[in-house]
């Protein structure tokens, strides 16, 4: 089963977004989908997925959605 979630990246410097994203592009079933202004998107992982490997700073505000 894959579980949604969203994240927001606008507290980020670019180069710590740009590697975050890779990690989330590298795992998730189908990449971030972006919203406008690329600084939030979705993503979707297996529900079994470590997210402690993902190293995701707590100001990215991760919540899962479903």
């Given at each position: 089963m894959l579980?949604q979630?969203?994240i927001?990246?606008?507290?980020?410097s670019?180069?710590?977004?740009?590697?975050?994203?890779?990690?989330?592009?590298?795992?998730s079933?189908t990449g971030i989908?972006?919203?406008q202004?690329?600084?939030?998107?979705t993503?979707?992982i297996?529900?079994?997925?470590d997210?402690?490997?993902?190293?995701i700073?707590?100001c990215c505000?991760?919540?899962?959605i479903?």
């Open positions: 579980h979630y969203h927001d990246f606008s507290q980020l670019p180069d710590e977004k740009a590697a975050l994203s890779d990690r989330i592009d590298n795992i079933f989908q972006w919203e202004g690329f600084q939030s998107g993503f979707f297996e529900e079994n997925f997210l402690g490997f993902l190293k700073p707590d505000h991760l919540s899962r479903m």
